[in-house]
Nanobody, 115 residues
Framework: QVQFVESGGGLVQPGGSLRLSCAASGSIFSILTMGWYRQAPGKQRELVAG???????NYEDSVKGRFTISRDNAKNTVYLQMNSLKPEDTAVYYCNAQPPRDSLWGQGTQVTVSS
């Protein structure tokens, strides 16, 4: 059984930085490809970044060069370092496996980028 709990969101000014954390429970975490997803009001949930168990990463084009996904398998934790934040990054951010498991969506953490 796997559970994901996101934290680290908040209100930040454009150009600012934020670091999100995803604490995962479950013995299979270390073998999962993990992803950060986001959903803005009125929009579909989208994949922002993914990271395999070996550390290979992929990013949605709009966040390349600004966001960095990482993982610490020993701590069952996935991180998303977000720099140079833009208003269009405003969304609820979730972590999940990649591809996601429908039953495992958590509450997410709100990121608001505004002056």
């Amino acid at each position: 059984q796997v559970q994901f709990v996101e934290s680290g969101g908040g209100l930040v000014q454009p150009g600012g930085s934020l670091r999100l954390s995803c604490a995962a429970s479950g013995s299979i975490f270390s073998i999962l490809t993990m992803g950060w997803y986001r959903q803005a009001p009125g929009k579909q949930r989208e994949l922002v970044a993914g990271i395999t168990r070996a550390g290979y990463r992929n990013y949605e084009d709009s966040v390349k060069g600004r966001f960095t996904i990482s993982r610490d398998n020993a701590k069952n934790t996935v991180y998303l370092q977000m720099n140079s934040l833009k208003p269009e990054d405003t969304a609820v951010y979730y972590c999940n496996a990649q591809p996601p498991r429908d039953s495992l969506w958590g509450q997410g953490t709100q990121v608001t980028v505004s002056s």
